[in-house]
């Protein structure tokens, strides 16, 4: 059981913390988004348990502790030197006794507390001089208690394969998890703060890429015209082809600035990057030309922020049953989520359909990287990019959006040949100088290429690991044959993908 001192802070909240933390900077950070406090990367910390690979591959935006950074997202803590809001201490419930080490007892609850319980764990360069760097000494067992508490059995299963089928004491770790633990399947949530009133006057500018759905595109005009805090400038970049688009459609009256730019070059990065420097905003909510939004949307973003302290925010994206539902109808989906919505923390992703961001930081990061034009992840991109600044994104459920997702238009229409082979084909902005040919890259390159920009070598390779493992395992047992015998073909694949993922690299980041 762990043993607390106490610090009260001048609001009156409580403090439970470990070791000899800075009490000045505990002050401050009382007051911001975090819930926990460490300084464990000095302390042997940064980067520990790397087996957690064998679970999300390279799918977990926190699997790796940021660089040269004196504040930032980390679950990895230090049971000897933390600081934690006593509130949230008694919500999670404490560290988990089922592990032998506390050692593995702290980084449970961290990644817990940051993956499933809505709270915000953060390294602060600082708060705890103490810079003697521990030995993490996680056992077999414990290592394995970890997946079966958190995963499905296959991930054990897959750890088991991993760390070498052939080892007695891997065996004997993956039984006694097996029979003395079962997988939580319910956490404890900490509750959202209440909403601050806005203070000052703010600027919102809204970027809308859009490319043939005017009309989705309209009437989302329609709803930003009837916000609660009013937004002062929404830029279209409109990629519609000329002999389809009605120029005359966005000549209304509106409360705030329109600004049309009709995209001549092409790709969903390049008109974001283009509508950025139109923006004149203090912060810039990003939005999908294909999506219903509430009164109270662009308010809901500001408050978050503000009550948080934070400069980035993702909102609650909602996939709508077909593109005819209604305001009503996200109403509705959004009452039958009931407490699952009310989940705030740091988020694990970043969504170009709903966000918002502060645009000094926008600027900071100049805009979207073009090199995943064509494909996917670029928002992915965009979000950990902002992490890597020492940014917290924050999950906001207050600000919903219904994604209508229409079957016709937008950016899509262009990426939707990179699945076309042959003479029919319309080479994509990825392939560069080398145009596909008879092997079409599987995973698609750009997400190839999100994975070789932020992950280093041994992770892209446990990556290949793991897609080959699924690929041939998760389907049914009578194809597995088949899918033995294409495994070569589905290796080609994947070399092609990661032959243009690296040619993108070696291009670095580019924003024109």
């Not at 770790?173 to 319910?186: D, E, G, P, R, S």
């Not at 930003?224 to 966005?250: C, G, W």
Request: charged content about 25%; proline content about 4%; hydrophobic content about 40%.
């Amino acid at each position: 059981m762990m043993k607390f001192q106490e610090f009260v802070t001048k609001t009156g909240e409580i403090i439970l913390y470990s070791g000899e933390p800075d009490f000045d900077k505990l002050e401050l950070l009382a007051r911001g988004a975090g819930d926990i406090w460490h300084s464990s990367f000095e302390q042997g910390y940064k980067n520990a348990f790397p087996e957690l690979i064998y679970q999300t591959a390279v799918f977990f935006i926190f699997l790796n502790d940021f660089d040269d950074l004196d504040e930032c997202v980390s679950w990895r803590i230090n049971p000897n030197h933390f600081a934690v809001r006593k509130l949230v201490w008694e919500t999670l419930k404490g560290f988990d006794c089922e592990y032998k080490n506390i050692h593995m007892q702290a980084l449970d609850f961290g990644y817990n507390a940051l993956r499933n319980s809505a709270t915000i764990p953060l390294y602060v360069k600082g708060l705890f001089e103490d810079k003697n760097k521990e030995i993490i000494n996680i056992s077999i067992n414990d290592r394995y208690v970890f997946f079966r508490k958190n995963f499905k059995s296959e991930h054990s299963v897959y750890m088991l394969y991993r760390k070498g089928f052939w080892k007695i004491k891997e065996w004997k770790a993956f039984f006694y998890a097996k029979k003395n633990v079962k997988q939580t399947l319910l956490r404890p949530v900490v509750k959202p703060r209440k909403l601050l009133k806005i203070e000052g006057n703010p600027s919102v500018s809204y970027i809308i890429p859009t490319m043939m759905r005017q009309e989705f595109t309209l009437q989302l005009l329609e709803d930003l015209a009837s916000q609660t805090y009013p937004v002062s400038q929404v830029v279209i970049v409109d990629a519609t082809p000329e002999n389809l688009r009605d120029d005359k459609l966005y000549q209304q009256e509106f409360p705030f600035q329109l600004i049309i730019k009709w995209q001549e070059t092409k790709g969903s990065c390049r008109a974001r990057n283009e509508a950025i420097e139109l923006c004149s905003g203090e912060y810039i909510v990003f939005g999908d030309d294909d999506i219903r939004i509430q009164p109270d949307f662009i308010e809901n973003h500001i408050r978050i922020l503000q009550t948080y302290k934070v400069n980035a925010c993702n909102g609650l994206d909602i996939r709508a049953d077909n593109q005819q539902q209604k305001l009503i109808h996200l109403e509705e989906k959004l009452e039958k989520l009931e407490t699952l919505r009310w989940k705030v923390g740091a988020s694990h992703g970043f969504s170009n359909a709903n966000s918002c961001v502060k645009r000094e930081y926008v600027k900071k990061l100049i805009g979207n990287d073009i090199n995943f034009d064509g494909g996917y992840g670029e928002d992915s991109d965009f979000g950990l990019s902002l992490l890597k600044l020492g940014q917290i994104v924050i999950y906001n459920p207050f600000s919903a959006n219904l994604h209508l997702k229409p079957p016709i238009g937008g950016y899509r229409f262009w990426g939707n040949q990179a699945k076309i082979i042959g003479k029919k084909r319309k080479k994509q902005p990825w392939e560069l100088d080398a145009p596909v040919q008879f092997v079409r890259p599987v995973p698609s390159p750009t997400i190839m290429y999100g994975i070789v920009k932020h992950f280093n070598n041994s992770q892209i390779l446990e990556y290949k690991y793991k897609h080959f493992f699924l690929y041939l395992f998760k389907g049914s047992k009578p194809g597995i044959l088949y899918r033995l015998l294409r495994l070569p073909y589905k290796n080609l694949q994947f070399k092609k993908s990661l032959f243009y993922a690296k040619k993108l690299n070696d291009l670095g980041i580019r924003y024109k």
